[in-house]
């Protein structure tokens, strides 16, 4: 006879108590393990979002996730390590120029990352629009990598924290993913697991980001920030704007391009601008004070820190990229200053173009995706393109259009308007 049983534990949360260690451990190796069903973790699920779970309980549930599979460590290596999360928006490629910037300033950076599902982008499935990159390492690939070019973007293998790989597929489909503890713990077990010394979380509020409200933004860095710590991560957060997308492109191989840009010493002023403070959070966390990640930007050594990465991982940082056989041009209907950009209506529209997946089994377009050549605050002229959407497979264009629609605002009133400020808070 087991120590618990499935139904007792869910009533408990049901009914709005807090869940013993005894319980937590149980019910999460018993579903790993598959003893616990997938109905039974659903509804525990469902429960948890409904009545929460206190600090206490979130740290247990977050320590059973890790012992459910490995944990990586980095204690050996060189150099101290620091990795970036974030917590999903569209146009986010900062991982992309973030990994290799990092390294050129002598800290390593074990990027173990996912694919996107819905209407946010997934860092591996940018980086497989460059032709030959192997998303796979083994762990000895990982590590001799990081000792020799100091960053590594791959995938997490299924050993990391695999209780969260089969429950975040289930709170995929079963309308829990939006749980403040069952988000903070499905993250920083993963990250725990990695092995990472120091961690800096981007935290994303607004439209396009699972965190509507600064309130609910604020509450889910500040458990993740204790998460990490409480486990010996030196563990920091950023609260950051995604009402409007990141950067000018949201897609796969668009978004590669657009990273090469900012490693290039160009790009969008708003892509730069996070990157470098994303940077200045991770080296001053790993304890480097005296290198500018601005410098390494200018020097050109981010940038052969980044080919040397895509190289290492079967890559050619200089092959041209994939490009959508067909574009579509949306032009601006008036004149006027652009007061919105809508960072879920244009996530939407690179979805429905092709540039993420439905379910995790679809395949994605590496060319898909939208661009756009405006940005709040910027003024824009009627009939000079406003989108550019690009897909494989023309079809899709009507249902991409539907989703922009409402997506913007032109105003010819909105001379004294400024773009809100992008870091909007620091927590840690
Ligand atoms: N990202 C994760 O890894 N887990 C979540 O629950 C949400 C976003």
Request: hydrophobic letters at 45%; one cysteine or more.
């Amino acid at each position: 006879m087991s120590k618990h049983d499935a139904v007792e534990v869910i009533q408990a949360k049901r009914d709005g108590h807090g869940l013993s260690d005894s319980q937590i451990d149980w019910v999460v190796d018993a579903y790993t393990r598959g003893d616990v069903a997938d109905e039974q973790m659903s509804a525990l699920a469902m429960a948890i979002l409904l009545r929460g779970m206190d600090r206490g309980e979130i740290s247990r549930w977050t320590q059973a996730m890790i012992a459910s599979g490995e944990r990586m460590d980095f204690s050996g290596l060189s150099r101290p390590t620091a990795d970036k999360h974030s917590t999903g928006g569209v146009g986010d490629k900062i991982t992309l120029p973030l990994a290799p910037l990092v390294a050129a300033c002598g800290v390593a950076v074990p990027q173990l990352s996912g694919r996107g599902l819905g209407h946010t982008g997934g860092t591996l499935d940018k980086l497989e629009a460059i032709p030959g990159w192997q998303a796979d390492l083994s762990n000895s690939a990982l590590l001799e990598q990081l000792e020799e070019i100091g960053a590594v973007i791959c995938a997490a293998g299924a050993e990391l924290a695999p209780a969260d790989k089969k429950l975040y597929a289930l709170r995929d489909v079963t309308g829990t993913v939006e749980a403040i503890p069952l988000i903070a713990s499905s993250i920083m077990s993963k990250k725990i697991a990695e092995g990472t010394g120091a961690l800096v979380l981007d935290v994303k509020v607004g439209t396009g980001a699972f965190m509507k409200s600064i309130e609910d933004a604020r509450e889910l860095a500040e458990t993740m920030v204790a998460l990490g710590n409480d486990a010996g991560v030196t563990t920091v957060a950023l609260l950051t704007d995604m009402s409007t997308p990141l950067g000018r492109t949201a897609g796969n191989a668009i978004e590669v391009a657009e990273s090469v840009d900012v490693l290039a010493g160009g790009g969008p002023a708003d892509v730069v601008e996070l990157t470098v403070a994303l940077a200045r959070e991770m080296l001053a966390a790993a304890g480097v004070t005296d290198v500018d990640p601005a410098d390494k930007l200018a020097d050109g050594s981010a940038m052969d820190t980044w080919k040397a990465m895509i190289r290492a991982q079967g890559g050619d940082p200089d092959a041209e990229l994939p490009r959508a056989k067909e574009e579509h041009v949306v032009e601006a209907p008036t004149s006027g200053v652009l007061t919105r950009l809508d960072a879920m209506a244009v996530g939407m529209a690179a979805w429905r173009l092709g540039a993420g997946r439905a379910r995790k089994e679809d395949p994605v377009q590496a060319g898909a995706g939208v661009v756009w050549h405006a940005r709040p605050g910027d003024e824009v002229t009627a009939g000079e393109p406003l989108f550019t959407l690009l897909t494989d497979e023309p079809e899709r264009f009507e249902r991409a259009l539907a989703s922009l629609e409402d997506g913007y605002d032109i105003s010819d009133a909105g001379s004294d308007f400024t773009p809100d400020p992008l870091v909007i808070d620091r927590i840690g």
